[in-house]
């Protein structure tokens, strides 16, 4: 073909198009989900900002079947148990603020609102902003309670403590194996007279039976810290840490995380520390030398079609970000595990 008539086809076909008219079938789909009206999209910066873009539903958290829907994004904005900086009980805020993720992935090929039913129902009720320990059985009713209406969850912390007790109930039935991306391994033993601490979760997820620990891969580990998590070896996880991970290795890494965990039940958790502190500042254990937001991406997309029940993102802390990139690059994340959860086996 000519150039002339190259450019006669793409006038005959283009040149009265709206930006709303979509011919590719896999694209028409997801546009479909976009535009109202011909060419009308919803104003990025207008209207009430949700977790994701999602419609916000609060009220979905006092009905018996959670509104029916599939996925319930959700805040759990405690932040008690950390041992540096507070902060990260504004990181579901921060993220609801984030306009613009979604609601394609271009390397997935999935629009997961368009597949499932998401809602953002609001953040966990809580008795106490000061009691750690009532925050805990708190968040681990509301999640069984969740769980037993069938419905994933989705979760933005909050320090990393709230995934224990989300385990135990995402877990009661039978544990699960985890993908955990993190500077820390989050393994250590009580501190200070607390089993809730925001560095041992998933000591406490294992021994309470929830989770399995040799379908158990951590991911980015790094620091000083590292004399704190034999538990991690000894109960059989995998540890990866952040020197193993680059541009040549992430293939190699992606299919040994998929071996470990496997074709049963796997949660998603991810640390925003996990980061390297000069694309993400905003948290509370920033270690330098960590991942970048590429690779962490290339990591999460590599598990296509993995059987993901549920995730996390935690430790987003916007206060000691001048910018939103923080925010941005968690809420992304949240973004692909929500695609990961629409590739999940039926």
């Not at 006669?8 to 789909?29: C, Q, T, V, W």
């Not at 950390?82 to 921060?94: I, L, Q």
């Not at 984030?98 to 992935?105: C, H, I, L, S």
């Not at 996390?312 to 206060?319: F, I, R, Y």
Request: contains cysteine; hydrophobic residues 40%; proline residues 7%.
């Amino acid at each position: 073909m000519d150039d002339q008539t190259h450019i006669k086809m793409l006038r005959e076909k283009y040149e009265n198009a709206s930006g709303g008219d979509i011919f590719d079938p896999h694209f028409k789909k997801v546009a479909e989900a976009q535009f109202t009206g011909g060419d009308k999209r919803k104003w990025p910066f207008a209207g009430v900002p949700t977790l994701l873009d999602a419609p916000y539903n609060p009220d979905f958290i006092n009905l018996p079947d959670f509104g029916g829907i599939d996925v319930a994004l959700i805040g759990v904005p405690m932040d008690l148990a950390v041992t540096n900086r507070n902060g990260s009980r504004f990181g579901p805020r921060a993220l609801r603020s984030v306009e613009r993720v979604g609601p394609y992935d271009h390397v997935l090929r999935v629009s997961p609102m368009s597949e499932m039913k998401v809602a953002d129902i609001g953040d966990v009720p809580m008795r106490s902003r000061y009691d750690l320990a009532q925050c805990h059985a708190d968040i681990e009713a509301f999640y069984r309670s969740l769980v037993s209406a069938g419905v994933k969850p989705l979760s933005v912390g909050g320090d990393h403590s709230i995934t224990s007790s989300i385990l135990k109930a995402v877990g009661a039935e039978e544990p699960v194996g985890m993908i955990h991306i993190d500077a820390h391994c989050d393994t250590a033993g009580p501190y200070e007279g607390t089993k809730f601490q925001h560095g041992g979760p998933f000591r406490l997820a294992v021994l309470d039976g929830v989770l399995d620990p040799r379908r158990t891969i951590q991911i980015g580990i790094r620091g000083a810290a590292e004399y704190l998590w034999e538990f991690s070896y000894e109960s059989g996880m995998t540890v990866i840490h952040a020197e193993e991970v680059g541009e040549a290795s992430i293939p190699r890494l992606i299919e040994k995380a998929r071996q470990i965990v496997g074709n049963g039940p796997t949660y998603v958790s991810f640390d925003i520390d996990s980061v390297d502190p000069g694309f993400a500042p905003g948290t509370g254990t920033p270690e330098v030398g960590g991942l970048q937001p590429r690779e962490v991406l290339q990591i999460l997309r590599g598990l296509d079609a993995l059987n993901i029940i549920g995730g996390d993102v935690v430790e987003v802390a916007p206060q000691y970000d001048a910018t939103s990139n923080t925010a941005h690059i968690a809420a992304q994340v949240l973004h692909t595990i929500l695609c990961l959860m629409a590739k999940a086996p039926k």
